[in-house]
């Protein structure tokens, strides 16, 4: 079975642009979770989405937005692009979106560089 | 922000020793898990241990959980150079349920 795909890898974009990230998840996952990861730091939670809806958000601006589609795909949009944006980018799925958040499955992230 | 603190930031060993990390967190938990990720990409799910366990093991790992103290240690034993890479604690917050990560622990096995 495939595992939690992300695209594109890698991204260079300038300053004030914007950028959409796609992430599908593992077959049979309803649960879609977005994190930044900046250099040297851990993972920093931005959404989870489930069953298409936001089920939570972090401390993140109103340039970071983001969906879900009924066959439980996601996209990550960040407008008005900052330097400080620049980070690994990485989705999880799992199973449902509870509470209790049971084991997340990591793609393998988007490289975002904003020059 | 970061909920958890790791301890050490950076670990170098050799193969064959045993790596301890440490992770303290602020706030009530319903579970803490343990990710491993190499060189800069996606997470890798070690283990999760629930508010109401105190240790458990998986392989060569051995994971344990003082919610009196809000801590947490991963010990892996035997130590290969595969095991080269960085570790995170993330807490599942009781409140919130969000998934929170730790700074993560760098560790080296040197062969």
């Known amino acids: 079975d495939a595992g939690v795909t992300q695209s594109p890898t890698h991204l260079i974009k300038t300053r004030g642009q914007h950028v959409t990230l796609r992430c599908s998840p593992i077959s049979g996952h309803k649960s879609v979770s977005w994190y930044q990861q900046v250099l040297g730091q851990g993972p920093q939670f931005i959404f989870q989405?489930?069953?298409?809806?936001?089920?939570g958000r972090g401390n993140f601006p109103d340039r970071f937005s983001a969906r879900q589609f009924p066959n439980y795909s996601s996209e990550l949009n960040v407008n008005a692009l900052l330097l400080g944006d620049s980070a690994l980018y990485l989705c999880a799925s799992s199973l449902a979106g509870g509470r209790t958040q049971e084991t997340q499955y990591f793609g393998p992230g988007t490289r975002l560089l904003v020059l | 922000s970061q909920q958890g603190e790791e301890d050490p930031q950076a670990l170098s060993i050799q193969e064959g020793e045993n790596a301890t990390m440490n992770c303290s967190y602020k706030?009530?938990?319903?579970?803490l898990q343990w990710y491993r990720q190499n060189s800069g990409r996606g997470l890798v799910h070690l283990i999760l241990i629930r508010s109401n366990e105190r240790e458990k093991h998986s392989g060569r790992l051995r994971v344990t959980l003082d919610t009196s103290k809000k801590s947490s240690s991963l010990l892996i034993t035997a130590s290969r150079a595969a095991d080269t890479a960085s570790y995170f604690c993330?807490?599942?917050?009781?409140?919130?349920?969000?998934?929170?990560f730790g700074q993560g622990t760098t560790l080296q096995v040197k062969p």
């Open positions: 989405y489930y069953e298409k809806e936001e089920r």
């Open positions: 993330a807490t599942v917050a009781s409140n919130t349920g969000k998934l929170i």
């Open positions: 706030t009530s938990i319903n579970n």
